[in-house]
């Protein structure tokens, strides 16, 4: 067991006197990964109801999802048209929230430390309000403008909540960018606008791109907005599955998670490729 | 210095914030083709006079002309100037060629025209074939030539320059300075360059504005400023001297109990310095005509590779409790020798070079 005895780090600390440390991490990450991943093999079930381990299996639960149909009685469109809704609001929430976000951080941090710290507190705020209560408002404003069960209703709400974290992240990359460049590009005959396209958003184009795909997880995985004002053909799939649930606890729910567990960790894969790139 | 380039004309600009005064009602002619050096020390708000100039900032009031055009609300990027900032603030998306080539291609030229003027500019600045390097390739200096080409690119008639030589080192400061100004010399351009390095502005200007909490203290050739300096500030912050306190009493100048000579007109009674330049001070024998003598003891002599820098302590009883600062220059001396310390000395500032300040 020699390799024990092997520098771990630039203080000369061996490895078996980390071990414990490694363990312990392991153990956290475990514990913060399992909880999800139990669907997945409870997803290939050929059980009627859901179990886990499974005893036999199938990709029946995978057909139900698949191949479903729309008269499932339980108030929303069929498995694939829920999932498609989705997706059609979480691309639009991209467009929504990722220019008014990126707008805001760019005003942001040209104004001055005292308005910024007036601004950016009220521009996050939706963040810290707990969400049902954001749902709730946004409700009762939908319904005076027959907005509720909406496509466009269900983009604002998203956007509301994804916009903050636009915010964050394009803030941050503005702060490591001089804006002395933008300054140059006009004194050289660039208008305010171009210089932005030009100078400025080449610089910081891979955290917009990781705002993008920020944007449309936050709206992909979100439920609370969607139970207030989605329903009927709009449903989303997270408020479809919830409402799955509620009636019957139907293992189509584990392989319809699975998916959604695969399309989510490879898009925050894809942000975490992204975030790193240097801008 | 003749040209067609436009000429500025600055009039009573003043730029608050809050209450504080970043200018205060500065005027001043920038004439055509001229190199005018804005020399301040730090804070004292040449950065927002250029930026007043560049349409970055909007005085409070005040106008600002190019030519015979009024430009104080006309924005930046139509104002067509060149200008060159302090830390280059190169395109790092960029290489060089398209740095240098992008005002061009805002200003809608094709493709040959492009690469024609970057390729000359590329060769003004002494940067011919480094067209393809990418920004974080270049060393400091090579940075500037390029931030330099690429505001010279479109052939501005107007150049500002925000310390742009503030980042090198010293050697390669000084060659700079003497391209810089063969630059402007070769080009048909105003330029309105901005510094703290006195001996900077002194080494490439036309014309100084000195300028103190943001107003205007005094305009002149480098030599007028250096060798009348209009007031105390500045006759300490342009080249080295001793501000000794003198007084005038009915047309006599007295420093401590004893009667000089100043190269001016008397003026009122009343308190005042009296400058003296380190190097205008010679060894005296005694002998010479119009010269004021001091009398004092050598308290430091200090060898400092082409001077030798003396602290003289003058004789209380005639000057007063005060020391003053003399530069002999090493090797024209030869045969005199070096005071050294503890030395009893007598130096002499001809009339012509005592003058008063307030
Ligand atoms: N946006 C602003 N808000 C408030 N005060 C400002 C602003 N810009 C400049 N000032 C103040 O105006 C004064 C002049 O600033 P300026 O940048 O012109 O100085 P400077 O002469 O260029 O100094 P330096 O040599 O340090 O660059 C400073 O006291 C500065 O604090
Ligand atoms: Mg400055």
Request: charged content about 20%; aromatic content about 8%; some cysteine.
């Amino acid at each position: 067991m020699s390799f024990l005895n092997r520098n771990v780090s630039e203080t000369q600390i061996r490895l078996k006197d980390r071990l414990w440390l490694y363990i312990f991490s392991i153990l956290v990450l475990f514990l913060l990964i399992v909880p999800s991943l139990v669907v997945i093999p409870m997803s290939f079930s050929g059980s009627q109801y859901l179990e886990f381990p499974p005893k036999s299996f199938s990709l029946r639960w995978y057909e139900a999802y698949f191949f479903s149909s729309s008269d499932n009685g339980m108030g929303f469109n069929d498995w694939m048209g829920a999932t498609w809704t989705s997706i059609k609001v979480a691309v639009l929430t991209i467009f929504v929230a990722t220019p008014i976000g990126t707008m805001a951080a760019y005003g942001l941090s040209n104004s001055s430390a005292r308005v910024r710290g007036i601004l950016f507190p009220i521009m996050i705020s939706p963040m810290a309000v707990p969400i049902i209560l954001v749902a709730i408002g946004l409700f009762y404003f939908f319904v005076q403008f027959k907005m509720v069960n909406s496509i466009t209703g269900l983009v604002l709400g998203h956007s509301l909540v994804a916009m903050p974290l636009v915010l964050i992240i394009v803030l941050s990359a503005l702060r490591n960018y001089d804006m002395n460049q933008e300054k140059v590009a006009r004194s050289l005959g660039a208008s305010r606008l171009r210089a932005f396209f030009e100078i400025t958003l080449p610089q910081i184009k891979f955290s917009i791109i990781s705002a993008c795909l920020i944007s449309f997880l936050t709206s992909f995985d979100e439920v609370i907005i969607s139970l207030f004002v989605s329903g009927g053909d709009n449903s989303t799939i997270t408020r479809a599955m919830f409402l799955a649930l509620r009636d019957q606890i139907d293992p189509t729910i584990a392989a319809i998670s699975t998916v959604l567990i695969i399309i989510s960790s490879g898009l925050l894969l894809l942000t975490q490729l992204f975030g790193d790139k240097k801008d | 210095m003749q040209s067609n380039a436009l000429n500025i004309s600055i009039n009573d600009v003043t730029k608050t914030y809050g209450d504080f005064y970043a200018l205060k009602d500065v005027s001043l002619e920038v004439k055509s083709g001229e190199f005018l050096t804005l020399l301040g020390p730090s804070g004292s708000g040449k950065t927002t006079l250029l930026m007043v100039l560049a349409g970055f900032t909007r005085p409070d009031y005040g106008s600002v002309k190019f030519g015979n055009e009024e430009v104080v609300t006309k924005p930046p990027h139509l104002r067509d100037i060149g200008m060159v900032f302090q830390n280059y603030a190169l395109f790092p998306h960029m290489n060089v060629e398209q740095n240098i080539g992008y005002p061009q291609k805002l200003r809608g030229k094709s493709k040959s025209e492009v690469k024609e003027s970057v390729a000359e500019a590329l060769s003004i600045v002494k940067l011919d074939g480094l067209g393809h390097r990418g920004v974080a390739e270049l060393s400091g200096g090579q940075k500037q030539r390029v931030a330099l080409a690429r505001a010279i690119v479109f052939k501005p008639q107007i150049l500002l320059m925000d310390e742009p030589l503030s980042a090198l080192d010293k050697k390669l400061r000084e060659e700079m300075q003497i391209e810089l100004r063969q630059l402007h010399d070769s080009l048909t351009m105003t330029t309105v360059y901005v510094t703290h390095d006195q001996k900077e502005a002194l080494t490439m200007s036309d014309r100084i504005a000195v300028i103190n909490d943001g107003e205007l203290k005094q305009l002149g050739s480098p030599n007028e400023i250096y060798t009348n300096p209009n007031n105390a500030f500045i006759a300490d912050f342009i080249g080295e001297s001793s501000l000794l306190p003198a007084k005038v009493i009915s047309n006599k100048t007295y420093l401590g109990a004893s009667e000089i000579m100043i190269s001016h007109p008397s003026k009122d009674d009343g308190d005042y310095l009296l400058v003296i330049r380190p190097e205008k001070l010679f060894l005296a024998n005694g002998k010479e005509k119009d010269t004021n003598l001091f009398s004092g003891i050598v308290e430091g002599s200090i060898f400092q590779g082409e001077s030798q820098l003396l602290v003289i302590k003058l004789d209380p009883g005639s000057f007063g409790e005060q020391s003053l600062r003399m530069r002999l220059p090493n090797g024209s001396n030869i045969g005199q020798k070096v005071p050294i310390s503890g030395e009893k000395i007598s130096v002499g500032l001809r009339k012509s070079d005592s003058f008063l300040v307030e």
